[in-house]
């Protein structure tokens, strides 16, 4: 139920999303509902936060610290959502996360029993930034169910580091820890591949990311947000309006969409 | 959204109604789709079909019409049961070390010749109800709760929304506000943040407005207390047990019809407008980590338990010992206080104590049941309440029946929510109408039920004498 000191009684009332500095780095963990979010955030972190088996248990956002080769990790537990494409309060909430809550890695817990739904998440979490890293949990279910996975081959087709799990046993967990701080001290640095749309797509995300890149100063990634407007999804807008200061829907702007719309 | 593929037919037809969005949306996301399928048919070695027999027929049972709700009025029942038994002698060894170091302290005082003041704010008013809080809210949070906790860890609970959906679908509210009715019992305050799971603003206020109807945290032990002193003749023979726990289930039980009921009003007054649908994965059953969810949440909840004793139970006690013994004329304040109560008290079967503990227990519904004793005592009867035994001759004592016991319990569970629970409701919706209206609507719920409960009590009782 997620009823922890956390977020019952007077603790309601406080409201947490951009966390201060902390001065570590800071680790986005996103996922499916169901798919052991919050058993890898407990097993990480020490035991923090009660792990319920109900999807949508995560309503705020838990957060918790753990240390590893000397560096500070600030976690930031995620709503699980299928997607980040804003259809839904915990959808918006994980997007604007990993688009404006600046974390340095993105972990996306996926679960090994149903891969392919699980991949829909990853994918669009690829498209919004590079330092991402799958933890690919559930592996004693899957075993049981005799499901196995290419490991090696998944990570070459995503382009980003995939590290099996077990988080319930603890299986995979140092492996876990020791490719997040890689990816978060730049060590490792993942190249996700672009996932190709057809022309019309491309020729008018092209165009319009040329225009976003100056007014993003680098924040966000063009290319993502030129496909979002394409989308039409205008809570995106909000988002950039908010967190960065940047109002995409003025006059000058409105038109270059339109313009590439038409 | 998730696992629908996109139909070519829709999109076509999208194109040719010249709605140049959508279908760049529907063709991005079949791409998406289309790319995540490609690598799971290449990674995903052998897949043979899903061996889910066990699950399937757990779930063929738990969520059966004939089955499901038997079997969870059968859960609920067993996990109170266990909470009444097993709570009783906690709460008693408890008590007893609990006033002892009550003794301990006054003998202190008296030694250092503190000023009697002194010794009644700090030892009479804030160490006892602190002592008695613990006591009594204790016990019975640290067994219900993991119980409740490993039901949801079997995967229980989102059957349980999905066996409610149809009632919550008839109320015209949204089948996930039975997850945030569970959440409820744990803290309102917690349930109406849940309530966020639900995407309709119209569902979600319905969800806000009726998390009140599910008892929490705080009310809970004040429940199981009065049940177990005047229905289960204090739990000394197995047959208290059970009538004390069909009590505590059949409040539930009320809760959980009043919320309905009220949800299905809102929805034909207030909040007009058709429930909409939605989709709940069914997470597979696995097994509970048991010794993993016994000690958080037993750790979790007794932390919860002192925090909130000591934040708001003990100065609580400070203020209402004052308001006990400060004299204005021949009469405390409380005295004059409930005075102005004692009409309405009466009307509906309760008194004007009763009314003013619930008054001033605003904070937190933890205080209710000590600032009620320490009124009651404030006459200078010191006793010492440290046995379901004593505290209800103490309530005897003050012209208590099991119909008041009943309506007390009744208006437990119906009045307004908490201090924290309405700030937290203003925070969620914005607007001071919808806190307000959350206060009002259980207030003259539970107002009604004591008045119809005395009415018939009294009905009853000319029958009999007849």
């Known amino acids: 139920m997620g009823l922890t000191n956390q977020a019952t009684g007077f603790r309601t009332l406080r409201e947490n999303f951009l966390p201060a500095s902390t001065g570590g780095y800071l680790v986005a963990l996103a996922g499916n509902p169901n798919a052991g979010k919050s058993t890898v955030f407990n097993a990480l972190t020490g035991l923090k936060q009660h792990t319920g088996n109900w999807p949508g248990k995560t309503v705020l956002q838990a957060r918790g610290k753990f240390t590893h080769q000397g560096h500070t990790f600030t976690l930031v537990d995620l709503p699980g959502t299928y997607s980040l494409l804003a259809n839904s309060v915990e959808e918006q909430v994980a997007r604007d996360f990993i688009c404006f809550g600046r974390p340095d890695v993105t972990v996306v817990v996926v679960d090994a029993t149903c891969l392919e739904r699980n991949l829909n998440l990853v994918l669009q979490v690829t498209e919004t930034t590079n330092a991402v890293v799958v933890c690919l949990n559930l592996m004693d279910e899957a075993r049981r169910k005799r499901i196995a996975i290419d490991v090696p081959l998944l990570a070459r087709e995503l382009g980003v580091p995939v590290v099996p799990t077990a988080a319930r046993r603890g299986e995979g967990l140092a492996h876990l820890k020791d490719t997040i701080a890689a990816v978060a001290t730049g060590a490792l640095c993942p190249g996700p591949a672009p996932i190709i749309y057809d022309a019309d797509i491309e020729a008018a995300a092209g165009r319009l990311a040329k225009q976003l890149q100056p007014l993003l100063r680098g924040r966000l990634n063009a290319r993502w947000v030129a496909l979002r407007l394409l989308e039409g999804d205008a809570t995106l807008l909000q988002g950039i309006q908010q967190f960065l200061g940047v109002d995409l829907s003025e006059p000058g702007i409105k038109l270059q969409v339109k313009e590439v719309l038409v | 959204m998730a696992g629908q593929k996109t139909d070519p037919v829709l999109v076509e037809a999208r194109r040719l109604a010249g709605d140049l969005e959508d279908s760049y949306r529907d063709r991005i996301v079949a791409a998406l789709y289309a790319r995540a399928e490609a690598i799971a048919s290449r990674a995903v070695k052998e897949a043979p079909a899903p061996r889910r027999e066990l699950d399937?027929?757990?779930?063929?049972?738990?969520t059966s019409r004939l089955w499901g709700y038997p079997i969870m009025l059968a859960l609920l029942a067993v996990v109170f049961w266990l909470t009444l038994k097993g709570a009783n002698y906690p709460s008693a060894l408890l008590?007893?070390?609990?006033?002892?170091?009550?003794?301990i302290l006054t003998s202190l005082f008296h030694r250092l010749d503190a000023p009697a003041w002194l010794h009644g704010i700090v030892v009479l008013g804030m160490y006892r109800t602190l002592a008695w809080v613990v006591a009594v809210m204790l016990p019975p949070m640290a067994i219900f709760f993991p119980l409740f906790t490993l039901l949801e860890d079997l995967g229980y609970l989102p059957r349980i929304a999905f066996n409610l959906d149809n009632f919550f679908k008839k109320a015209g509210a949204h089948g996930k506000q039975a997850l945030t009715m569970c959440m409820g019992f744990g803290c309102n305050a917690a349930g109406v943040v849940g309530c966020r799971i639900i995407d309709s603003p119209r569902e979600r206020l319905l969800a806000i407005l009726t998390n009140n109807f599910s008892p929490c945290n705080g009310r809970f032990p004040t429940l199981i207390t009065l049940a177990g002193i005047f229905m289960?003749?204090?739990?000394?023979?197995?047959?208290?047990?059970?009538?004390?726990?069909?009590?505590?289930?059949?409040?539930?039980?009320?809760?959980?019809?009043?919320?309905?009921?009220?949800?299905?009003?809102?929805?034909?007054?207030?909040?007009?407008?058709?429930?909409?649908s939605f989709t709940l994965e069914l997470p597979p059953y696995r097994p509970p980590q048991v010794l993993r969810v016994i000690i958080r949440s037993v750790l979790d909840r007794t932390l919860y338990v002192l925090v909130r004793a000591v934040l708001v139970a003990a100065p609580a006690g400070a203020f209402t010992w004052v308001l006990a013994n400060v004299h204005l004329g021949a009469f405390s304040i409380i005295d004059h206080m409930a005075g102005w109560l004692q009409p309405l008290g009466k009307v509906v079967g309760l008194d004007g104590y009763i009314l003013l503990a619930f008054i001033l227990g605003l904070p937190a519904n933890e205080i209710v049941i000590p600032i009620l004793l320490m009124s009651y005592l404030s006459t200078g009867m010191l006793t010492e309440v440290n046995s379901l035994a004593a505290l209800g001759e103490i309530l005897v004592r003050h012209g208590w029946t099991w119909i008041t016991a009943l309506n007390v319990m009744l208006f437990s569970l119906m009045h307004w929510p908490c201090g924290t629970t309405l700030l937290t409701i203003y925070k969620e919706t914005k607007s001071l109408k919808w806190p307000l209206l959350a206060a009002v609507i259980p207030t003259a719920l539970g107002l009604a039920a004591c008045f119809l409960v005395k009415l018939l009590a009294g009905l009853l009782d000319i029958v009999a004498a007849g």
């Open chain 2, 56 to 62: 399937w027929r757990l779930d063929a049972i738990l």
């Open chain 2, 232 to 276: 289960g003749g204090l739990l000394t023979t197995a047959a208290g047990v059970a009538a004390a726990t069909l009590t505590v289930v059949g409040i539930i039980l009320l809760g959980i019809v009043l919320m309905f009921f009220t949800s299905w009003l809102l929805s034909r007054t207030l909040l007009k407008g058709v429930p909409s």
């Open chain 2, 95 to 103: 008590a007893s070390l609990l006033f002892a170091f009550q003794d």
